[in-house]
């Protein structure tokens, strides 16, 4: 098989500062570029944490399945935020089924803030169809970990697909 590149976010250590999009007044939604997880990997060893949070079960149903996730940073100001996933122009209806972890600290000791898979009660073609968001107060000063991943299909009891979803998603974030 062939592998393509793994996108330049694919790390924690790699992750892409976002911080420029905070600040704005509240009710101003700032919309990130388009961002990939395609021959993204993952991240097995937080999956275990997240199985309360994320629906999607690894192979052997011992917790979530952390399989294809890119990275982006934030420093804290003190203010709260949503923060949410949703599809860019042209976006495949399954490449926006994301799941999403926020984490505090630095890359070498994560701490779980919270996460979430589907944004259930409001789907909307606009956004995608499972598109994932937190709200979170981001304490001044602090580093925060956005993790966010393609959800996996591969071990649910559907005939329509499988597979991790994987393609291109926007970030949206919000005061």
């Not at 979530?64 to 420093?75: I, K, L, Y």
């Not at 994560?110 to 259930?120: H, P, Q, T």
């Not at 580093?143 to 597979?163: A, E, H, I, R, T």
Request: negative net charge.
């Amino acid at each position: 098989a062939c592998w393509g590149q793994a996108p330049a976010n694919d790390l924690c250590d790699q992750a892409i500062d976002l911080t420029e999009h905070l600040g704005f007044d509240i009710g101003d939604l700032q919309t990130t570029e388009s961002f990939s997880n395609l021959d993204a990997t993952g991240e097995p060893d937080l999956a275990v944490a997240l199985s309360d949070i994320w629906g999607d079960d690894d192979s052997l149903e011992t917790g979530a399945s952390v399989d294809q996730s890119v990275w982006f940073h934030f420093t804290g100001d003190g203010h709260t935020y949503q923060l949410r996933t949703s599809a860019c122009p042209g976006a495949a209806m399954y490449s926006n089924d994301t799941q999403m972890a926020l984490y505090s600290g630095n890359c070498d000791s994560l701490e779980l803030v919270g996460g979430n898979e589907d944004l259930i009660g409001f789907w909307a073609g606009t956004n995608g169809w499972w598109y994932s968001y937190m709200d979170v107060k981001l304490d001044a000063g602090e580093d925060y970990f956005l993790m966010v991943d393609g959800y996996n299909w591969d071990y649910m009891d559907s005939d329509d697909w499988v597979g991790v979803a994987q393609g291109s998603f926007c970030l949206n974030v919000m005061r």
